[in-house]
């Protein structure tokens, strides 16, 4: 098994690499980014639902780092549609977790094998054919696809909201699970007119843009599942009624000008009184990301 997860990591990074090339010493996706130093403030909402340290009542500091989807690190900022924001928390005795978001709420396929052969496929150039042949097969990719064609040039770091896509279960005092999703939600939004504007600015503007707005903040907001919601796909969002409330506030206060890049922000790190979803493309992660981080660390 731990096989087969080690050689479908090494294809997913080669995959990568056939598409968007070889970048020596960088990340093989989220390739460009900068690192924060945060606060979070849990308001002990989440705390009748689990016994994690960090959704209690007591602060923790945290480290953030936002960035630019591509393996590309000179990607024009404008020019690719999704971004990343991927916080560290840390527990008391040197414990760590990590929600990693991305700007869009739903995922490309419902498993790690379907977005690598769709890696494939992008990088042998298809017609439009190929491409209409890949949606009949993958119909759940739909979703995701029509979200990143309606994504407007990006403005700026601090006025998105992210979503960790994948469903994770909260477990309590007495042993209850409940499924929850993720979502951050910022201070401030911005508006339409500065939207248009940002399909003109420089390459790299977003870290500049938000050097300058700290500090700024984040609402983490937990939705609670109910009986029948996917729990297992990273392709399906859950009905919009569902119970929503705020679980914490972070504050982004400085930058971290010689950041530990040392890091790998792992999603399925989480502490007790929260467990992993069995969701395929969640648990293909870590091995993707340590054959990135090997890579990366060896200057290749
Ligand atoms: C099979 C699917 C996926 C593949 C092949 C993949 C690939 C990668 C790779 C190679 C890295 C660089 C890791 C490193 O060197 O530390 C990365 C980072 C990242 N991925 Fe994924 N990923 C997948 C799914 C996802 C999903 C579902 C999300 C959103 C929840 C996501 C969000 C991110 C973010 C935000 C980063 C940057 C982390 C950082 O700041 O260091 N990825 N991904």
Redesign the pocket.
């Given at each position: 098994m731990e096989n087969n997860d080690n050689s479908l990591?090494e294809t997913?990074?080669e995959?990568?690499e056939a598409l968007m090339g070889k970048h020596p010493g960088?990340?093989?996706?989220?390739?460009k980014?900068s690192y924060y130093e945060a606060i979070f403030t849990p308001n002990g909402q989440a705390a009748a639902y689990t016994t994690a340290a960090h959704l209690q009542q007591k602060a923790v500091k945290a480290v953030v780092?936002?960035?630019d989807?591509s393996?590309n690190p000179k990607m024009i900022d404008g020019l690719s549609p999704v971004?990343?924001?991927?916080v560290e928390f840390h527990l008391p005795a040197g414990e760590v977790t990590y929600l990693?978001?991305?700007t869009?709420p739903v995922?490309?396929?419902k498993?790690?094998e379907a977005?690598?052969e769709m890696?494939r496929l992008a990088a042998e150039k298809p017609g439009p054919r190929d491409l209409v042949k890949m949606l009949i097969k993958y119909p759940e990719s739909k979703a995701a696809f029509r979200i990143i064609k309606n994504t407007k040039p990006f403005l700026s770091y601090s006025t998105s909201c992210?979503?960790?896509?994948?469903a994770f279960y909260f477990v309590n005092k007495e042993g209850k699970r409940q499924a929850v999703k993720y979502k951050w939600v910022p201070d401030e939004t911005f508006s339409l007119e500065a939207k248009k504007e940002a399909a003109i600015h420089t390459m790299d503007y977003l870290e500049k843009e938000l050097d300058e707005q700290l500090p700024v903040g984040f609402t983490l907001y937990v939705t609670l599942g109910e009986e029948g919601d996917p729990v297992d796909d990273?392709t399906a969002s859950w009905p919009e009624e569902r119970t929503t409330f705020a679980a914490g506030h972070l504050k982004i206060r400085q930058k971290i000008q010689q950041p530990n890049d040392q890091?790998?922000?792992?999603?399925t790190i989480v502490p007790r009184g929260i467990e992993c979803s069995a969701d395929p493309?969640?648990h293909?992660?870590p091995n993707?990301?340590?054959?990135?981080?090997k890579?990366?660390k060896m200057g290749l």
């Open positions: 990591a997913a990074i995959s990568i960088y990340r093989r996706a989220h390739a980014g780092r936002f960035s989807s393996p971004k990343g924001m991927s990693v978001g991305v869009v995922f490309l396929t498993t790690p977005f690598v890696l992210y979503y960790p896509i994948h990273s890091v790998i922000f792992d999603p493309v969640l293909a992660r993707i990301y340590a054959a990135s981080f890579r990366r």
